[in-house]
């Protein structure tokens, strides 16, 4: 599909009006003991121009309200499921109790339609983190359910700017109907692709910026698929913070890979006026463009840096309190990502339900109240472990652990600076090493987060006892 310039003209009027939006509370206000009141329901939305998609839809909407919480600060929030089957929320990368995570049988009962579930807890860290169903996963992210989860940092961070892009690449045709979003024969291989690119539900949109100043860009991959190659072309551009972990230095972006579930982070000056600059996918294809207008700002305090950039200092965010593993005592587990595409289907295969994937030759059985699977490893609470992760197929994998963020340590195929995150994207046949301090008791998904792998086999759970 190509844009045209009605949409253009759409997308761009409409982020005009999304960016004049007071930061908005979705609590009833005979309901003062909630932050915030969430529904999952059907929704109608318009992703092209004069066409109606039947999505599902928080709060009945695309792009689902942006939730905001406050580091080391309680948030509320009641959740209503007004979906014809169950569901429930995931917090994605959020370091939580497991009673708040959001996976069906494994932390909560799932939550029937017409149900209720109140969620409440407390966020250690601050940064970009997002939130979504992880019940029949294809059908309710795939059709819009995924939102942006803003923890702010104990202190303002005092950009010009800050603006917040949710990337989702929708399965619809050219009148707006949902296609297929699972297909077996790209089940087995990438991932089933969609075919409309969209930024907070708009198709390359227009983002207004102040010349001269300081803006951060937030960017969520919440795909079912598709790994993003970001980059900035004739631009400087820092990574200020990789899936919620600011970095201790921020690194210039070239060109950065977010797989599904992924988020980045980004710190730049904006250009002068009337400017504007694209942010792009790959070489061939730009997301967004940041326009430069008239500068709103009188004075602000300054921020904190540690690069040097020309007169001007590169931002840095304050580090999260994540516990530092001890890698000379550290226990070392071994996991292989694996293909089983090649072998005999069975029974259940012939019937539609396929596996594709396996975990140490091991496919995810799915779970039930009554059947739960064996962990794939189980954990001592406090003690630091070393996970050596391995892909001997073809195809990316970003492994996404719940629970937890860890420190990616070295790879086989490129250097590593470490850094933290709570997923780790793995290319082909690459071979990589996480470490982190089992610190969260629970029993934690850890999965591919390409739906299409996670559904056909590649993802299972470890115990922290």
Known sequence: ????????????????????????????????????????????????????????????????????????????????????????????????????????????PPIPPGGSFIYEFTPPDAGTFWYHPHMNSTEQLGRGLVGAFIVRERQAQAFAEDITCVLKNWHIDQQGQIKRLSIPRYAARMGTPGRWPTVNGLHQPTFDVPAGEWVRLRLLNVDNTLTYRLHI?????????????????????????????????????????GTSWEVWHGEHYPLLSLHSTVSSQVSKTPLPSTLSEGQHSVPSLPMNPIPEPDLENAEKVNFIFEWAGALTPTAQQKKGKHTFWTINKRAWEGM??????????????????I????????????????????????????????????????????????????????????????????KTGLMGYVTVT
């Open 387 to 454: 996970f050596t992760l391995k892909n001997i197929t073809q195809y990316h994998h970003p492994i996404h652990l719940h629970g937890h963020s860890f420190t990616v340590l070295t790879s086989d195929k490129r250097k590593i600076i470490p850094y933290q995150t709570d997923t780790v994207l793995l290319g082909k046949n690459e071979s990589a090493q996480i470490a982190f301090v089992a610190d969260n008791p629970g029993r934690w998904m850890f999965h591919c987060h390409v739906i299409d792998h996670m």
């Open 1 to 108: 599909m190509s844009i045209s310039r009605r949409q253009f003209i759409k997308s761009t009027i409409a982020t005009s009006l999304m960016s004049q939006l007071p930061v908005q509370l979705w609590a009833d206000d005979s309901s003062p003991h909630y932050d915030y009141i969430l529904t999952a329901e059907p929704a109608e939305i318009n992703l092209i121009a004069e066409a109606t998609t039947a999505a599902w839809g928080f709060n009945g909407q695309f792009p689902a309200p942006v939730l905001y919480a406050q580091q080391d600060q309680p948030i509320r929030i009641k959740f209503i499921n007004k979906l014809n089957e169950p569901t429930t929320i995931h917090w994605h990368g959020l370091r939580i109790p497991i009673a708040m995570d959001g996976v069906p049988f494994l932390s909560q």
């Open 233 to 273: 072309p004739n631009a400087q551009a820092y990574i200020l913070a990789i899936d919620g972990c600011p970095l201790a230095t921020p690194r210039p972006l070239t060109e950065h890979p977010m797989g599904p579930g992924m988020r980045l982070d980004l710190g730049f000056i904006a250009p002068s006026k």
């Open 368 to 385: 039930s109240k009554d059947s739960i699977p064996a962990p794939l490893v189980t954990l001592e609470r406090g003690k630091s472990y």
